[in-house]
């Protein structure tokens, strides 16, 4: 099945899906503002798994493998609605090459290719980092990154991170991305449907610049 009409048919499954609903919901939907922590931050708000989700069980900070593009670094902060930090929690991460594709996928001509995917445990400070690069986009998503956090065997939160809109459109103007700007809007994305508080409360902080690359930063806080 063409990757359009895969996407399509799951927006159209997750209106019709109550646990999907349900999941949908609980980013606030715009109408419900996100949790906040003790010292006033946002409890991170959810984004529904997706279809590309594999548990390969690859435990590395730098993920990009033979992808080229330009470099990323991800910093992630764990902690609790407490503001301390959680060690040993498990932040597993994936996401599209910058063609928008993803390894792994028969969809994708991808099987048994494993870039662009995997995990690191949060140190004492509830910290860990990953070395990737920029992502790319695709058809009815903003651009975005994957991750689960789990704590033991149970998974807190599933979600996804988006880059500054900025930031986005300087890596896209560069050769390096063929395809050129992310034209997909935030009613347009099939998972946030418009949600404007939650990709505000998920976008990260981003430093740096196409030739030397980014760094983004990310805290993420669960009940």
């Given at each position: 099945?063409?990757r359009d009409e895969?996407?399509?048919n799951?927006a159209?499954t997750?209106?019709?899906?109550p646990l999907?609903?349900?999941a ?8 419900q ?9 946002n409890v991170?708000p959810?984004?529904p ?10 435990n590395?900070s730098n993920?990009?493998?033979?992808r080229?593009?330009?470099?990323l ?7 609790d609605?407490?503001?301390k930090?959680?060690?040993n ?10 063609e ?7 969809a994708e001509?991808?099987v048994g290719?494993?870039?662009l995917?995997g995990?690191?445990a949060?140190d004492?400070?509830g910290?860990c980092?990953?070395?990737?690069i920029f992502p790319?986009?695709y058809?009815?998503?903003?651009t975005?990154?994957?991750g689960?956090v789990?704590?033991?065997n149970?998974?807190k939160?599933t979600?996804n991170?988006?880059i ?9 103007a560069t050769p390096?991305?063929?395809k ?7 009613d347009?994305d099939i998972e946030?449907?418009g949600?404007k508080?939650?990709?505000e ?18 805290t993420?806080?669960f009940?």
């Amino acid at each position: 099945m063409e990757r359009d009409e895969f996407l399509k048919n799951l927006a159209i499954t997750a209106t019709s899906i109550p646990l999907l609903l349900s999941a949908c919901k609980a980013t606030s939907s715009g109408n419900q503002q996100p949790a906040v922590t003790d010292c006033g931050a946002n409890v991170t708000p959810p984004v529904p798994e997706g279809p590309f989700y594999i548990d390969e069980q690859l435990n590395r900070s730098n993920i990009a493998e033979d992808r080229t593009g330009i470099p990323l670094t991800l910093l992630f902060t764990v902690e609790d609605v407490h503001c301390k930090p959680i060690p040993n929690a498990i932040v597993d991460i994936w996401h599209c090459d910058k063609e928008g594709k993803y390894s792994d996928e028969a969809a994708e001509n991808t099987v048994g290719q494993k870039w662009l995917r995997g995990y690191q445990a949060t140190d004492a400070n509830g910290r860990c980092s990953f070395q990737t690069i920029f992502p790319g986009w695709y058809n009815r998503r903003l651009t975005h990154i994957h991750g689960k956090v789990k704590v033991g065997n149970v998974t807190k939160q599933t979600t996804n991170f988006f880059i500054p809109k900025t930031v986005e459109e300087a890596a896209y103007a560069t050769p390096l991305y063929g395809k050129g700007k992310n034209p997909v809007t935030l009613d347009e994305d099939i998972e946030l449907r418009g949600d404007k508080k939650s990709y505000e409360a998920l976008t990260m902080s981003v430093t740096g610049n196409v030739a030397s690359g980014f760094i983004a930063s990310f805290t993420v806080v669960f009940v």
